[in-house]
């Protein structure tokens, strides 16, 4: 080769610096597009669409339930743990009263992947008062995981005392009890029992103190239909509703609560309520072996209480988030876990799961005054009736 055409000391560098500078140039090019590449090592979606957590970790959702939910929710997260799918989830359960899980929601929990409340009673509110704070819909799918109807419950003995006076125990009755000045004196001679004492949950925070009101409204329209405003903000209707609230003993924010209250401090806490009728088959049996046996009787007008799973399409929770609270719908929806939701009271959603057997509560507890046929089904209110309804009831008892 001609020497004038070898490269110099000098220019060998140069060239070498210049390869160097191409491939480090390349290299950056390309690194954004290499990064999106799968790899043994990553994360990537797989053909349903999920994204599964890093190798030996978890999913972790968090269920806000209503209370009334409590043994069976709990129960089935043990169980869920322990098949294929659960043990890559971790679920983590937040009680909640049903209102207070939507306020929760609402502003924005980040705990909170699925929500249970007690009933889709509350849901028209729910959705018109997101669209006022946030943009798009925040249920990504919906579906009723059982049914269970409110009843009147009530201490045996006190409950025979009052039907020999009333003949009933029904809304009407329960307000002229409350309106007796003597209390048991005045409805039954027994001075020792003092006032009668009636307890429903919070309607501002709890789905039976909410549908205690509405039921309340129905009764005394004597309609089934949905309300209208002049129902609610009939004087007469107000008057009535206002003399049975300055009654009520006690508030609490949870059906699960109450229920439990009552059974533990027996009827110097509570002579009847007015709750779920799976919260009462729930306790049943507690119940008998610290005060006696209880007595169950179904409003003329009644609503059912669908207890709805709505997995959330928020902000804060991931698609992976998003199939694991997919997947324990899935499992809570399923045969086994249905009848396990019979035991706790429930009537089961899956058609599958009968509830007239043998051995089924709605047949062992016809002794209780437990029945198949619940009353006649009332309308879920509209948003703005809930609203007013809601209003006239705070209106009343201001903070309380």
Not at 336 to 361: E, M, Y
Not at 374 to 382: F, L, R, V, Y
Request: with cysteine; hydrophobic share 40%.
């Amino acid at each position: 080769m001609d020497s004038s055409l070898r490269p110099t000391p000098a220019g060998k560098i140069a060239l070498t610096l210049l390869v160097i500078a191409c491939a480090v140039g390349a290299w950056r090019f390309a690194k954004p597009y290499l990064s999106q590449l799968p790899s043994s090592s990553s994360t990537a979606p797989n053909v349903s669409g999920e994204t599964p957590p890093p190798q030996g970790g978890k999913v972790e959702i968090g269920v806000a339930y209503g209370t009334e939910k409590r043994r069976w929710l709990e129960s089935a997260v043990a169980s869920f743990a322990e098949t294929p799918k659960g043990r890559r989830i971790q679920v983590n359960l937040i009680p909640l009263g049903s209102i207070e899980g939507a306020n929760a929601v609402l502003n924005g929990d980040t705990r909170i992947h699925l929500w249970t409340p007690a009933s889709s009673l509350y849901q028209d509110v729910f959705l018109s008062e997101w669209s006022t704070r946030h943009s798009g819909a925040p249920i990504l799918r919906q579906e009723s995981l059982a049914l269970t109807p409110m009843v009147f419950v009530m201490w045996a003995e006190r409950h025979e005392a009052f039907l020999a006076r009333y003949k009933e125990l029904s809304f009407q009755t329960v307000a002229e009890a409350l309106q007796e000045p003597s209390g048991w004196q005045g409805i039954a001679a027994k001075p020792e029992w003092g006032l009668f004492k009636f307890g429903h949950t919070h309607p501002n925070e709890s789905n039976s103190g909410l549908a205690t009101l509405c039921l309340m409204a129905h009764s005394y329209h004597a309609k089934t239909k949905t309300l209208a405003m002049k129902d609610i903000l009939d004087p007469k209707f107000q008057s009535w509703l206002t003399s049975v609230q300055r009654g009520v003993s006690g508030l609490s924010n949870s059906t699960g609560n109450m229920m439990k209250e009552m059974v533990l401090k027996g009827p110097s806490t509570y002579d009847a309520l007015f709750l779920y009728e799976s919260a009462v088959i729930d306790y049943l049996k507690n119940a008998e072996g610290r005060w006696g046996e209880l007595r169950v009787a179904y409003p003329h007008y009644n609503i059912w209480n669908d207890n709805p799973a709505y997995i959330l399409d928020v902000p804060w929770s991931s698609p992976a988030q998003r199939s694991a609270a997919s997947a324990f719908v899935d499992y809570l929806l399923s045969e086994p876990v249905q009848k396990t939701s019979l035991i706790h009271g429930f009537r089961p959603s899956n058609p599958a799961v009968a509830i007239n057997g043998p051995d089924s509560p709605f047949t062992l507890g016809q002794r209780y005054g437990i029945r198949m046929e619940p009353g006649q089904i009332c309308e879920n209110p509209k948003a703005e009736i809930i609203h007013n309804l809601l209003a006239t009831w705070q209106r009343q008892h201001g903070s309380r």
